[in-house]
Nanobody, 120 residues
Framework: QVQLVESGGGLVQAGGSLRLSCAAS????????MDWYRQAPGKQRELVAS???????NYADSVKGRFAISRDNAKNTVYLQMSSLKPEDTAVYYC??????????????WGQGTQVTVSS
């Protein structure tokens, strides 16, 4: 079983920055993609950013140029650096990771979410 724990959320003024972290633990042989999603009240969960095992990244149009995703494979951790935050970035942010356990079972795990609130 693979567990993901997010941290780093909070309240910030518009224009400010936050850095989210997501640490994975468990019987992890390898990761494929690691992703950040967000869900605002009354809206569907949306993909914000993703990073492959090789380090290729992809971003939602709404965050391009403002957010940066990175990963530390040695620490089984993925980060989301968020800058120039806007009130519309307010949401619960979730980490998602896919990969293989040492038992060669595929996993697709979610964190519990961390709240990001941007005030105007």
């Amino acid at each position: 079983q693979v567990q993901l724990v997010e941290s780093g959320g909070g309240l910030v003024q518009a224009g400010g920055s936050l850095r989210l972290s997501c640490a994975a633990s468990g019987s992890i042989r390898s990761f494929n993609n690691m992703d950040w999603y967000r869900q605002a009240p009354g809206k569907q969960r949306e993909l914000v950013a993703s990073i492959t095992s090789g380090g290729s990244t992809n971003y939602a149009d709404s965050v391009k140029g403002r957010f940066a995703i990175s990963r530390d494979n040695a620490k089984n951790t993925v980060y989301l650096q968020m800058s120039s935050l806007k009130p519309e970035d307010t949401a619960v942010y979730y980490c998602n990771a896919q990969g293989l356990t040492y038992g060669l079972h595929p996993f697709n795990s979610w964190g519990q979410g961390t709240q990001v609130t941007v005030s105007s």
